[in-house]
């Protein structure tokens, strides 16, 4: 077994969709190239029974599902489960629907055109914290969060709480997320180890007492770190 192979066998998946061949199909796919699927589920409720039962590291996950629909499902399991990565692997490319599943808390949106290897590399890469999109769909949701940061804020009330203090280097890490780039390319750009960049981003949703790294790009845009 290769390193790259040893790797994804630790990572822990879960396939959601209610078409049991295709179902069956990508999770065939990914055990052969690796990983360890822990567990599939065929509707939302049972989606949400299992991943709480297997807790699985990334979910693979369809929107269109009977019970309970799919922007639900992520939306519970990532309120439930913060270090849940989720990938959306949909036939929807509406602009709706990304945003929608974004907004709940997916970490990346693929259409059910891509490849078998665009889905096993999009699956590594969503382990890790990566935003992984269909080419275009990076753009559109950046725009959507532009949009909302350019939004008037709510006023602060007398009694708010001042904003956490981030160090140097978890604001200059802040402000690479921003930009769009990935945890790997952050840190051979500050030539650190990308485990370190990892507990920065992790600790920065601590003190903001954010979720995800949408969360996380929306903050710094908001506060035109993008920009920087």
């Not at 629907?97 to 055109?113: I, P």
């Not at 990892?198 to 035109?224: C, D, S």
Request: overall charge negative.
């Amino acid at each position: 077994m290769s390193e790259q192979q040893a790797e994804r066998q630790r990572i822990r998946v879960m396939v959601v969709d209610d078409h049991p061949m295709w179902r069956d199909a990508v999770a065939r796919d990914l055990a052969e190239a690796g990983f360890d699927v822990v567990a599939t589920a065929g509707d939302g409720e049972q989606a949400v029974r299992r991943a709480t039962a297997v807790d699985p590291e990334v979910l693979v996950l369809d929107l269109n599902l009977p019970v309970k629909p799919g922007v639900q499902v992520c939306k519970e399991l990532v309120g439930a489960h913060p270090a849940l990565r989720v990938l959306v692997l949909s036939a929807s490319g509406e602009h709706a629907d990304v945003l929608e599943a974004v907004k709940s808390g997916a970490t990346g949106y693929l259409l059910k055109s891509a490849s078998t290897e665009e889905l096993i590399d999009a699956v590594r890469r969503t382990a890790v914290g990566d935003p992984v999109f269909t080419p275009g769909l990076a753009g559109l949701v950046l725009g959507e969060y532009r949009r909302l940061a350019s939004e008037p804020a709510p006023a602060a009330g007398a009694d708010e709480p001042k904003a956490p203090q981030l160090t140097e280097r978890e604001t200059e890490v802040l402000r690479l997320v921003a930009k769009g780039l990935s945890y790997k390319q952050i840190a051979e750009r500050l030539v650190i180890s990308h485990r370190t960049v990892q507990n920065h981003v992790q600790n920065t949703l601590g003190k903001l007492q954010l979720h995800n790294r949408v969360e996380l790009v929306r903050y710094a845009i908001e506060r035109g770190l993008d920009d920087a």
